[in-house]
């Protein structure tokens, strides 16, 4: 491998690149070529580019058939810079970098694109603002300064570098596609939804239940639309306050049957319809655009289609090539697991380490064997489920596994104060709005103990009134977060392994991985997850007890794994 190479696609077509050296400034000067694919594929040892953005830069590469092996993503650096600063929401862009270095006017990020069904990406939308290759290697230059100025700058640059990996891995998996039967498709529609009329009225199916709720209440009612339902079932003189499932479930009335699988099945034809399959599946591949740390807590999106969003009776759709498999690997008690880890909890570490199932291991210690009292303490722990049972759990728990529960609480507290919170690699809960002099302090945990985060109850900027639930979000982060940054980890070591194998990285979410391989290649599929799960957990973590199994199905069609 040759070092680093910087390079900047020019306004012209062509491109500029430089070699770095050590100190990230150029070590020969910047020079010019006509052809970027052309450019990378003749510097094939080159050990990473440092480029602005990858999702500017890879899919024009990856249409001419050039792979890179690493990258230094400046925009998303600078997005995990900010946010490690107490600045996250600022403009990310590599001109906004540049303006703040040179106290000018910060231009805001351009809006984000809609996804267009059907569309290579980022192929076709219009190019950012050009940023000449010498100004982005000043924003580079004072990028690694600040990596320096940390907390924990090793940690800090490793989680930089899982973030570039995945924002490769995303760009390869928007090629590559989810492989998907149309024909299926349809016929799953057919058999759940029925006929469908002329004009794009409701199929068969769902005008059947309509009429079903209708004469269940006597009159004319519209079960797609929420007021009319609860008007309804006012008038028959039962008082609820939303059409949700578990408000109505237990309502002994003769709508609550046929309106329950409306709602079931008016999801599916919305969101997963013939209109769906039309707009996002094409040449046997749906290819949703993902989007690497699109939540707070580093958590993957998707920009339209819905791809982590998949009901289980449409994955009956998603069926490998022929002669091929779908390697489908869920990562097991991840939440339990990582809270170990970031915690040094020694109890939870021996347990997190064995092969057995650990909510049961945690029940046989602290509940007396009753695995779900364990699993609802656990998960309590995390989510801030700190009242009423779940207060009795917590303070089990506490008992037999002191520094794993003051770990959660501490964060909790740290994010009532409207302080920042970190995971164990650097990513950062923001403060709350106008938090005062103590919005950019660290949470008040051991430094050489990690933090986690989740992507539910709280929204960065409301007032001081949700302290409370900051503190919910700050203990679910400090978990979560780091789950998202050893995921990013893993599928780097996983996509290094596929990339000298036919397979390749076709889904992820959360905690599950999906790669479409020829069946002969798919026990070295299944051995490859679990070492990248391993090295994962060394890389993000260091050495520690604790393992991070998956459970892994190799099937034809995703719908047989569960």
Request: aromatic share 6%.
């Amino acid at each position: 491998m040759t070092g680093r190479w910087a390079l900047a696609p020019a306004e012209d077509g062509g491109v500029e690149i430089a070699a770095l050296g050590p100190d990230g400034l150029p070590t020969g000067g910047v020079r010019r070529e006509a052809d970027l694919a052309e450019a990378v594929r003749t510097r094939p040892d080159v050990s990473r580019w440092v480029w602005r953005s990858t999702a500017d830069v890879y899919p024009r590469l990856l249409a001419t058939g050039v792979r890179v092996e690493r990258c230094y993503d400046m925009e998303a650096a600078e997005t995990l810079l900010l946010g490690h600063e107490g600045r996250l929401g600022e403009p990310r862009s590599a001109a906004a970098a540049l303006a703040r270095l040179r106290g000018g006017p910060v231009p805001p990020d351009p809006p984000q694109r809609a996804a267009e069904p059907g569309s290579q990406s980022s192929l076709f939308e219009p190019r950012p603002v050009h940023v000449p290759l010498t100004d982005l290697l000043t924003v580079y230059a004072d990028q690694q300064r600040r990596h320096d100025a940390t907390a924990h700058p090793e940690r800090m640059r490793l989680l930089t570098a899982a973030e570039s990996a995945g924002m490769l891995v995303a760009a390869e998996m928007n090629r590559a596609g989810l492989p998907w039967s149309a024909d299926v498709h349809r016929d799953v529609l057919h058999e759940l939804l029925g006929e469908r009329y002329a004009g794009g009225g409701e199929p068969r199916r769902l005008a059947e239940l309509t009429e079903e709720v209708s004469a269940a209440f006597g009159r004319r009612v519209r079960p797609d639309l929420p007021a009319d339902v609860v008007k309804a079932f006012a008038q028959a003189g039962i008082k609820v306050r939303s059409t949700r499932r578990w408000e109505i479930e237990s309502i002994d009335h003769p709508a609550v049957k046929p309106l329950l699988e409306y709602k079931k099945l008016y999801r599916i034809w919305v969101a997963h319809g013939w209109s769906w399959l039309q707009d996002w599946v094409r040449d046997g591949r749906f290819r949703p655009e993902y989007l690497p740390g699109g939540t707070v807590t580093g958590r993957w999106v998707t920009n339209g289609g819905g791809a982590l969003q998949i009901p289980k009776v449409i994955r009956r759709a998603v069926v490998a090539d022929p002669g091929w498999r779908l390697v489908v690997a869920d990562a097991s008690q991840m939440e339990p697991r990582v809270l170990a880890a970031v915690s040094r909890d020694p109890g939870l570490m021996e347990v997190a380490g064995r092969e057995s199932d650990l909510y049961q291991s945690v029940s046989d210690q602290a509940f007396s064997g009753d695995r779900a009292q364990a699993k609802l303490a656990v998960l309590g722990a995390v989510y801030g489920q700190t009242s009423g049972d779940g207060l009795k759990n917590l303070a089990l728990l506490r008992r037999r596994f002191p520094k794993a529960v003051a770990y959660v609480d501490d964060a909790a507290r740290a994010g009532e104060e409207g302080r920042l919170v970190r995971t164990w690699l650097g990513r950062t809960c923001p403060p709350a709005a106008g938090a005062g002099e103590g919005g950019g302090e660290e949470a008040g945990i051991p430094q050489d103990d990690p933090a986690d985060a989740a992507d539910q109850g709280w929204v960065p900027g409301h007032s001081s009134s949700d302290s409370r639930a900051r503190g919910r979000f700050a203990r679910n982060f400090v978990v979560q977060g780091s789950a998202a940054d050893w995921a990013l980890l893993m599928l780097a070591a996983l996509r290094r392994t596929c990339s000298d194998l036919a397979a390749e990285l076709v889904f992820f979410q959360h905690d599950e991985v999906i790669v479409h391989c020829p069946a002969e290649e798919a026990d070295t599929v299944v051995a490859a997850i679990r070492d990248a799960a391993e090295l994962a957990g060394r890389l993000t973590f260091g050495r520690t007890p604790v393992r991070f199994p998956f459970t892994t199905a190799v099937v034809r069609c995703y719908a047989d794994a569960k």
